[in-house]
């Protein structure tokens, strides 16, 4: 059909009938919709601004959807914080046996209850688990005298408390980081790691000067600031306290698309459904919660500015340096390619700070597993219900597994289960999956040169003597013309606070506006979705968003190369001290004599034990070498094990804590000297030819677990057959798996 085209007059302008013009009905209709989303998003606004001051006006506010139980108020230790362990009730009680978990919730600007703020969160996965489930929160308010040190001590004392509730458990708890409260775990662990189990930290920052350029410019904001100055400055202004709005407003600057405009539109489109979520959200972040000045400006001393703790540059009171080498049980890193503000080089870059081979790995006794999302926030990392169900109900129900795994580095992936073997011993429709990987593919990820490295260097010794410099001449004036009652009209007008107390009903204005939303619901013209109006009014939003994204790749650029033309100066370098025939590495652990000399009596008890561990040892040890160094795990295994454990007679059954040191030590052997390892085997197994068939069978269903078995893995079966002095025949796995 050819299109008509009709002149309409001589500026040469054509009307082409094929493009409908819009109707007034078209204008008036969405007139009307566009009102009353305007009506009430403000009444939106107005119960958020209630919502503040409702979860203000608590003792102990939270956002927790689960009920819970105080079982230590950190308050009443020897050295008080403002931390409290509790227990998550639940309608069935958990199974006592079962490994606890407790989750840390981050104290950085946002009050708790994050990671249990609906039932599809970390701990609703847990509770679905029949786990038994803690949380440790705080209150908005500091104790007087807390530190970080003091933190990590009364989160050792809680989890110590949970190891004595729970003496039917013959595993240690699994701890759960957020944020902040990851590296804070961290430090807790390395400090005090006899009562700790696996250690999971999401979206947790530990090397925090590493990225890559044209990315991840929040590391660079300490830098342009001139260092920590600011932080001592705000905390004198603060009288003492440190504002955790603060901290909000920088979280918010990184993505001023979203914070001016598209959250809050995003409310306004679908006000007729979006105002739950947007409510519950906004108790938790339009809330800040105080710091004590010296906890803020240590950590940002320490960490964000120093780097010190991969560094092994923090002590405690006591003289201990802070080395995450200490920590023996597994750590689990969750981190995504859609993090701004903890990029999987953050997350990840402390693997190379502390080790320089594979095999240093492996000599510490460290078993690293990683995940790495593709698009997730730093929020939905330990918020997003699909995260929750997929990513940490699999973390949830795979820990055991993590933790019997040999020290190495791992990557954990995630799969559908449809059309894998043996489908029967997948607990769910994931398949979760350990990957055996090296310091090569972290380093894939992106890390910095020696220049990067020496230009964090200088920022770090550029905001020592700034800060120097203000507690020298400006400190003391500032705290001169500072009281307690400027220090909280500061809090009380920050931008934070002001624009969520100016929409509720302490503003006389919005008195009409209820009334008005009430009416508009019960009268509510919600406009056609193909309005031809609606759909300019989204292109609008969609160019106001391309134009704050466009500003923010720009500041973000101008940024860096702000950093890079200060730090990056040869003249500000030596200023700084920094010699330029001096290469600055990013391994920044140190060799620790102590530890290499416990590295070699640990290698002479591991040799003196060939001989040791029983029927159990020589199993593992079959299996260990059919299926190969470096195959990785997956749940399979760790199901058909549990099924395997049930069928064994009591009086040879084992706990989890004895077989798990039984694995790891025969795990090394193998790595150490697997020949020797492999000789020794008949001389663990008992002399009963039938009592051999019964152990070498659950190797051969242990190793098919994961599927048949290729060439190799067959050659390999058919040698321990031999060790275990049988035939083939004997060894024929269960129909149930695959030949």
């Known amino acids: 059909m050819t299109k008509s085209v009709v002149d309409v007059g001589s500026r040469g302008a054509a009307f082409d009938p094929a493009i409908p013009v819009p109707s007034a009905t078209a204008w008036f209709d969405y007139a009307i919709d566009a009102w009353q989303r305007s009506i009430l998003t403000l009444d939106v606004l107005r119960q958020r601004g209630n919502n503040a001051e409702e979860y203000n006006a608590r003792i102990a506010p939270n956002v927790l959807t689960f009920g819970a139980e105080l079982i230590l108020d950190g308050r ?17 009680p958990p199974d006592p046996s079962k490994r606890p978990f407790i989750i840390f919730d981050p104290r950085a600007g946002h009050g708790p209850g994050i990671g249990g703020m609906k039932n599809d969160s970390q701990i609703g996965e847990v509770v ?12 908005p308010n500091p104790t007087e005298t807390q530190t970080i040190e003091d933190v990590c001590e009364a989160e050792a004392i809680f989890v110590r408390k949970v190891v004595e509730l729970h003496p039917k458990s013959d595993m240690k708890p699994c701890l759960i980081g957020n944020c902040q409260a990851g590296w804070q775990i961290m430090m807790m662990s390395a400090i005090w790691p006899e009562p700790v189990g696996p250690i999971l930290i999401a979206g947790t920052p530990l090397s925090y000067w590493a990225g890559v350029r044209g990315k991840n410019p929040l590391r660079y904001l300490g830098g342009v600031l001139g260092g920590t100055w600011m932080t001592a400055l705000a905390g004198d202004l603060g009288n003492g306290i440190f504002d955790g709005a603060h901290l909000i407003s920088n979280f918010e600057s990184m993505n001023p698309a979203n914070t001016y405009w598209s959250k809050l539109y995003n409310v306004y489109s679908k006000v007729d459904t979006e105002a739950p979520r947007y409510l519950e959200f906004e108790k938790w972040w339009g809330s800040p919660v105080l710091l004590r000045a010296r906890e803020m400006q240590a950590i940002a001393d320490q960490l964000f500015v120093g780097n010190e703790l991969t560094a092994g540059g923090i002590q405690t009171r006591r003289g201990m340096r802070v080395d995450l080498r200490n920590i023996k049980s597994p750590i689990i890193v969750m981190c995504s390619w859609g993090d701004d503000i903890t990029p999987p080089q953050q997350a990840l870059g402390w693997v190379l700070d502390l080790y320089e081979k594979d095999s240093d790995i492996n000599e510490s006794g460290q078993t690293i597993v990683y995940t790495l999302h593709q ?14 169900t997929k990513e940490h109900s699999e973390f949830t129900t795979c820990m055991d597994m993590i933790d019997l795994m040999p020290p190495g580095l791992y990557e954990a992936v ?14 769910g429709k994931y398949l979760f999956k350990l990957q055996p990987r090296t310091l090569a593919d972290i380093k894939a990820l992106g890390h910095n ?14 905001s020592e003597a700034n800060l120097g410099l203000y507690r020298t001449f400006m400190a003391p004036m500032v705290k001169a013309m500072t009281s307690e009652q400027t220090a909280s009209a500061l809090r009380k007008t920050h931008p934070s606070r002001v624009q969520v107390e100016m929409f509720s009903d302490k503003n006389p204005a919005m008195g009409m506006v209820q009334k008005a939303a009430e009416q508009v619901s019960a009268d509510r013209r919600p406009v056609a979705p193909d309005n031809p109006f609606l759909e300019m009014e989204k292109a609008t939003s969609e160019a106001i968003v391309k134009f704050w994204d466009t500003y923010a790749q720009m500041r973000d650029a101008a940024t860096e190369n702000f950093f890079t033309a200060i730090y990056g100066s040869p003249l500000v370098q030596a200023m700084a001290g920094m010699r330029s025939d001096k290469a600055v590495s990013s391994k920044t652990a140190q060799h620790d004599l102590m530890r290499e000399m416990a590295g070699r009596q640990h290698e002479a008890e591991l040799l003196s034990k060939r001989d040791q561990g029983g029927w159990v040892a020589a199993c593992l040890r079959g299996i260990f070498y059919v299926r190969g160094r470096g195959a990785g795990a997956d749940e399979r295994g760790l199901n058909l094990l549990r099924e395997i454990s049930a069928e064994v007679p009591k009086g040879e059954r084992i706990g989890f804590s004895a077989f798990r040191e039984v694995l790891r030590d025969q795990a090394e052997l193998m790595r150490r000297d697997p020949q020797e390892a492999l000789a020794a085997i008949p001389r663990l197994l008992p002399e009963d030819p039938s009592a051999r068939a019964e152990k070498l069978e659950i190797v051969s269903r242990l190793v098919r677990a994961r599927g048949a078995l290729d060439d190799a893995a067959t050659e390999r079966m058919a040698e321990v057959t031999d060790l275990f002095g049988l035939n083939a025949v004997t060894s024929l796995p269960r129909k149930r798996l695959s030949a």
Do not use: W
Not at 77 to 91: A, C, D, G, S, W
Not at 449 to 462: H, I, P
């Open 128 to 139: 679905k688990a029949g786990h038994p489930c803690y949380f440790v929160g705080f209150l």
């Open 449 to 462: 040169n020696e220049e990067d490295q020496r230009q964090f260097a200088t920022m770090r010794a550029v």
């Open 414 to 427: 995630i799969t559908e289960a449809e059309g894998e073997e043996n489908a029967d011993l997948i607990g």
């Open 76 to 92: 009443t230790l020897e050295r008080p914080v403002n931390y409290m362990l509790v227990r998550i009730k639940t309608e069935t």
């Open 375 to 388: 698009s997730i926030g730093h929020l939905g990392i330990f918020v997003s219900g699909k995260v929750a």
